[in-house]
């Protein structure tokens, strides 16, 4: 079974601090993604990596930034953390597709729940 | 281009059916349907490629309408461990490997 798994459960951070977000796949799979979580919003696209050092923008990359320098590990960066930031993030993984579209399954870790004060 | 799923929310007894829908503007490659129960993570249940596909895992099945731009899931005879959030999420080919997921639909199974 493909393992996902994000560093922290929960986390407790201030105002203005550089805040970061690990996420390890197991499976060798080539994209990653972060989503964050709202109440009534669903699932929000923040960045997708498909390959290592690559990354695209999703649907609300502003002040975030992510890091992929091995294929297993995806991290997210919050520069400078806002409490609009609050939120429950989750990470998960699949396999690339290459002719476009996507037919393979995301699979998704626990997820982090982050508080900013 | 968020897809609309409807209804936001629905409460069942045991063994009763369910239908959860999908819907979107714009032209879509595939459909991913996916539960998320309380405090976890969400879990991959199916996917429908366009052409009108119907798939089925179970007792949760679920339909992709092109011309519509429709996905349905149904659930038939549902059990407790059916509750959850449903979400579906849209594949768009122009997006590459990318997912728009929609708001969600809760389900509550009552006993």
């Known amino acids: 079974d493909v393992k996902v798994t994000q560093s922290s459960r929960y986390l407790v951070k201030r105002t203005g601090e550089k805040v970061f977000l690990e996420c390890v796949q197991d499976m060798d799979h080539e994209n990653m993604f972060w989503y964050r979580q709202d109440p009534g919003l669903g699932l929000r696209l923040i960045y997708f990596?498909?390959?290592?050092?690559?990354?695209e923008k999703g649907d609300i990359p502003e002040g975030y930034s992510v890091s992929r320098e091995k294929k297993e590990r995806f991290s997210l960066i919050l520069e400078s953390a806002s409490t609009n930031q609050t939120s429950m993030y989750l990470c998960a993984s699949s396999l690339i597709w290459l002719q476009g579209g996507s037919n393979q399954p995301q699979h998704f870790g626990d997820g982090t729940r982050l508080s900013i004060l | 281009q968020q897809p609309v799923q409807s209804p936001q929310a629905v409460i069942l007894r045991e063994g009763e059916d369910a239908v959860i829908n999908c819907s979107s503007s714009?032209?879509?490659?595939?459909v991913h349907w996916y539960r998320q129960k309380h405090g976890e993570a969400p879990v991959f249940l199916m996917i429908?490629?366009?052409?009108?596909e119907q798939k089925g895992h179970e007792k949760i099945s679920a339909s992709f309408n092109e011309k519509k731009q429709q996905s349905s899931l149904y659930l038939t005879a549902s059990q407790l461990s059916y509750s959850g959030t449903y979400f579906c999420?849209?594949?768009?080919?122009?997006?590459?490997?990318?997912?728009?997921f929609g708001a969600g639909t809760i389900l509550r199974v009552k006993s």
């Open positions: 714009k032209a879509l490659y595939s």
């Open positions: 990596s498909y390959d290592v050092k690559m990354k």
């Open positions: 429908l490629l366009k052409g009108g």
């Open positions: 999420g849209t594949d768009y080919m122009e997006y590459g490997n990318k997912l728009v």
